[in-house]
């Protein structure tokens, strides 16, 4: 579960990430880069896409003011993967991400958590 976030900074299970990352119920992948920084392109979901159960939902932070972009390519492969993609601003995408968990949905989250 995700408690705060804040320009920077995101707590999640008590500890303090100042990194971007990829959320999954059961892990945190800390230093989530991409490729071309406010982009987000298929090949930066590759632990998205890769984990089994692959996630019903992917919510994506685009950062504090929404900066970050999801290619079309993106949306297509994880549609192939019957994966619902949602994407916000990170200090909404974040409480999505929780509700989502809280009403038992197989749920990832990728969050840039600046900008």
């Known amino acids: 579960m995700i408690?705060?976030?804040?320009?920077?900074?995101?707590?999640?299970?008590?500890?303090?990430?100042?990194?971007?990352?990829?959320?999954?119920p059961e892990k945190v992948i800390s230093g989530w880069w991409r490729k071309e920084g406010h982009r987000i392109c298929v090949e930066d979901l590759r632990e998205v896409l890769?984990?089994?159960?692959?996630?019903?939902?992917?919510v994506v932070g685009t950062g504090y003011s929404g900066l970050v972009k999801v290619?079309?390519?993106v949306n297509d492969a994880l549609k192939e993967h019957g994966i619902k993609l949602i994407a916000q601003p990170?200090?909404?995408?974040?409480?999505?991400?929780?509700e989502l968990l809280r009403v038992g949905k197989?749920?990832?989250?990728?969050?840039?958590?600046t900008c």
């Open 3 to 24: 408690e705060s976030y804040d320009f920077g900074v995101m707590i999640i299970d008590g500890k303090r990430y100042t990194s971007d990352v990829i959320v999954f």
């Open 50 to 58: 890769n984990h089994r159960p692959l996630p019903e939902v992917l």
């Open 71 to 73: 290619t079309s390519e």
């Open 90 to 98: 990170t200090g909404e995408a974040y409480k999505t991400f929780n």
């Open 106 to 113: 197989v749920v990832a989250g990728a969050f840039h958590l």
